[in-house]
């Protein structure tokens, strides 16, 4: 009656027709029952007074009371006398906003308290007259019980852990800095908490084992193996050396996403100590010591060698950078360019763009010999990933007039794989047919189920490969011509990278050739995921041959943004404030970090594009330092726009705080896509 009543309340002045009364009685009836038969919440009516007016099945439940014995009485009847005015509170909150909810104690008819979730709602008429208020209650007891006690059990960890005297027990957060310090590490390391907290645990390390980066190849093991375990010279806060027994463990929530390391030392000097005055303990200690100076060493060698192609990578992109940017800036215009100008202009751009390729096979190799190489792998649609690279290769391909045909099936082609990887793989095979084959020639694409697997061919009719050189097409740095006089230029890395990407797919690539002008086929293989066919399914039609298509991506517009562009080479600053003023945003410029610091005080910007390698204050330090300097909640979106073009300085930037990576040199339109996208403008 109460549910009807209100509703009644709130209807036209118009009196319905005896269907339109029927029909809404029904409607009340099972909406009455519904709610009178949930028995997981107490669902209950008030009047404007807060006093009791209808009662459900789960209301009894959980509170003891029967209908007949709390229909008429208050509801602070459930309330703790401790409670006070508080249900008063509760009804002037939700008259006030509609809704109020809240957790807390409430008593049963029997005097047992029980953890509650209420939710009460404002009923009001059609001119907005309180009627009164509905109120739902869950009984959350159990829930709380076992957040107690995981609270008290993670209270009693951490004074366990802070108690222990001979362990150093500590956490690193995900780039290694020292979050929590225990009272063994305060008596191993030396160092009291206020002072080693916020600090780079590199700290605890041997100038050498540090200059070697042996802190960092110990997070990285961890980050890959889940553990690294470890024995070496160790250095406390006063500068005197121990031996160290140390575990490192990486740190993952639910959704594998790494959260730190937790990192155990044992101090084992007087174990050492020991085994020196044995004579097998010194050979043994002598043998121990040399084979960590040759790990030291090798991981020093490789530290060094990335570090140089690190630096190789940075001193090539920035001048392309500025090259490829101004080439498809003048290329844009809309004015038109006298024949040779823009000729010109589409030299300068595909010859920095191959550049671009060789210096990304470089790092790409490197990271594959090294072990270092990590694929995204998720489940892929081939089909899609084809028709993007013979996209790609369509224009290189029509302006040597070669027939690019092609015949997709498209069913049935779904593989796990790194989507970005496997359209690399078949890039080069495309590039490469339409390197070595004549102008007037024909690239043949297939793509096809074999059984249990993918095949996926390229066949041209260039100049083949000798039945001698066949056996040598996949090895990296091997060119079929390797004189001074050699028509076809490269590296010889694309075919060696393709073949170590199929083989980290599962998946095979061989290539065939009946002799030189006799053209050659790449085939690739990858494993199928195996789906269930549905029931009823159409016969596999075979595919027509079809032409691919080149269209214009749109430049999302900028007008009205405010961007900070911080950049210390002058040609890039000039470039990017271009691109960005083209589209409609409006610029300000910095050559540092620290100037750009100073505009950030005095001006509020919607975008803030930066360069990573700077002298004095660096990308990463200026960006902690401009989230450590934001209000809390507010962040101004950033893209870090840099040289530095490995997956861990794209890493690095995500962690110092900005939400975009963007290697140079960049493609003018993914810019300002990427801009666009921060400041939802796409």
Known sequence: MPIAGMHNAGMTNHPPQSGQKESHRLSEERFRLLVESVKDYAIFMLDPEGYVLSWNAGAELIKGYRADEIIGRHFSTFYPPEAGDYPAHELRVAAAEGRFEDEGWRVRKDGSRFWANVVITALYGSGRELLGYAKVTRDLTERRAHEEAL???????????????????????VNGVVATWNNGAARIKGYRAEEIVGQHFSRFYPPDAVESGWPEHELRVATAEGRCVDEGWRVRRDGSRFWAHV???????????LRGFAKLTRDLTERKRTEALETSGAEREAMLEAER??????????????EFLATLSHELRTPLNAILGWAQLLRARGTPEPPELQRGMEVIERNARAQVRLIDDLLDLSRILSGRFRLDVQQVSLLDIVRGALDSIEPAARSKGIRLENVLDPKSVVVSGDPARLQQVFWNLLSNAVKFTPKGGRIQVLLQRVNSHIEFSVSDTGIGIPASFLPHVFERFTQKDGTTHREYGGLGLGLAISKQLVDLHGGTIHA???????????????????????????????????????????VPKLDGVQALV???????????????????????????ADEALRMLDSHAFDVVVSDIGMPGTD????????????????????????????????????????????????????????????????
């Open 293 to 306: 100076n040759a790990r030291m060493l090798a991981q020093r060698s490789a530290r060094v060698k990335d």
């Open 512 to 554: 065939k050739s009946m002799g030189e002008g006799e053209g050659a086929t790449f085939v690739v293989t990858l494993p199928l995921i195996m789906l269930n066919k549905e029931e009823g399914a159409p016969a596999r039609v075979h595919p027509a041959a079809a032409e691919s298509s080149d269209d214009d991506v749109p």
């Open 151 to 173: 609270k008290h059990s993670e209270e009693r960890f951490r004074l366990l852990v802070e108690g222990v005297n001979d362990y150093a027990i500590f956490m690193l957060d």
């Open 566 to 592: 911080v950049d210390d080479e002058p040609d890039a600053l000039e470039l990017i404030r271009r691109i960005l003023q083209d589209q409609g945003a409006t610029v300000l410029a910095a050559r540092s």
């Open 247 to 257: 575990t490192i463990t990486a740190l993952r929530d639910e959704a594998g996403r």
């Open 619 to 682: 990308g990463y330090q200026f960006m902690r330092r401009l989230r450590a300097a934001e209000p809390k909640g507010q962040r101004t979106p950033a893209l870090a726009l840099t040289a530095f073009a490995r997956p861990d300085d794209r890493k690095n930037a995500i962690l110092a705080g900005y939400q975009a990576h963007l290697a140079k040199p960049f493609d003018v339109t993914e810019l300002a896509i990427v801009v666009a996208g921060l400041v939802c403008r796409t």
